[in-house]
T-cell receptor, first 113, second 113 residues
Framework: KQEVTQIPAALSVPEGENLVLNCSFTDSAIYNLQWFRQDPGKGLTSLLL?????REQTSGRLNASLDKSSGRSTLYIAASQPGDSATYLC????????????FGKGTKLTVNP | IAGITQAPTSQILAAGRRMTLRCTQD?????MYWYRQDLGLGLRLIHYSNTAGTTGKGEVPDGYSVSRANTDDFPLTLASAVPSQTSVYFC????????????FGEGSRLTVL
């Protein structure tokens, strides 16, 4: 059974800092891995989707990498801003014909002005 | 483009009552999902649908039912609500089952007393 873990559960950084959020998964046979952002009281917004054949994806100040062999993905945020404060979740799509996307519990990021 | 619309946004319900959470998408996505999000437990899949006319059980299906009469609508029904069903419910959709980007609604906050 796939398990997805995000450590730390919470992170506080000063504005302007570059930071990395971590996501690990137990079964390396995945279709893709997605990163989401969730603001308080809101739904999840997709940030980046990395297919299993890809190593990384970039969107603006965000860069997500995928290392299937080690069961890890990272989300790199450059030059963080207070508006980046949110909870970031990763989710692994199982390649075994499973119908579910397995989510981590998220990292709550606070960027202090 | 509205994306995914959920209703109601919030509801307080007496135990034993029947409740239907509505979900409509305008993206013509084949796959739709219902998740519940609870503090400390993360997102858990309740039911899903690959395409109109088909549904399947997720991780926590007991006490819930769904239907998929057409592509756009995917209602979630609680036949007889219990306090443990107090949660935030999210509807989501994707173009391809477990291989595509996942889009979420804004959520329905349900409190069962």
């Amino acid at each position: 059974k796939q398990e997805v873990t995000q450590i730390p559960a919470a992170l506080s950084v000063p504005e302007g800092e570059n930071l990395v959020l971590n996501c690990s998964f137990t079964d390396s046979a995945i279709y893709n891995l997605q990163w989401f952002r969730q603001d308080p009281g809101k739904g999840l917004t997709s940030l980046l989707l990395i297919q299993s054949s890809q190593r990384e994806q970039t969107s603006g100040r965000l860069n997500a990498s995928l290392d299937k062999s080690s069961g890890r993905s990272t989300l790199y945020i450059a030059a963080s801003q207070p508006g980046d404060s949110a909870t970031y979740l990763c989710a692994a799509a199982d390649s075994g014909g499973s119908e579910k996307l397995v989510f981590g519990k998220g990292t709550k990021l606070t960027v202090n002005p | 483009i509205a994306g995914i619309t959920q209703a109601p946004t919030s509801q307080i319900l007496a135990a034993g009552r029947r409740m239907t959470l509505r979900c409509t998408q305008d993206m013509r996505h084949n796959a739709m999902y219902w998740y519940r999000q609870d503090l400390g437990l993360g997102l858990r899949l309740i039911h899903y649908s690959n395409t109109a006319g088909t549904t399947g059980k997720g991780e926590v299906p007991d006490g819930y039912s769904v239907s998929r009469a057409n592509t756009d609508d995917f209602p979630l029904t609680l036949a007889s609500a219990v306090p443990s069903q107090t949660s935030v419910y999210f509807c989501a959709s994707s173009g391809l089952m477990n291989t595509g980007e996942l889009f979420f609604g804004e959520g329905s906050r349900l409190t069962v007393l």
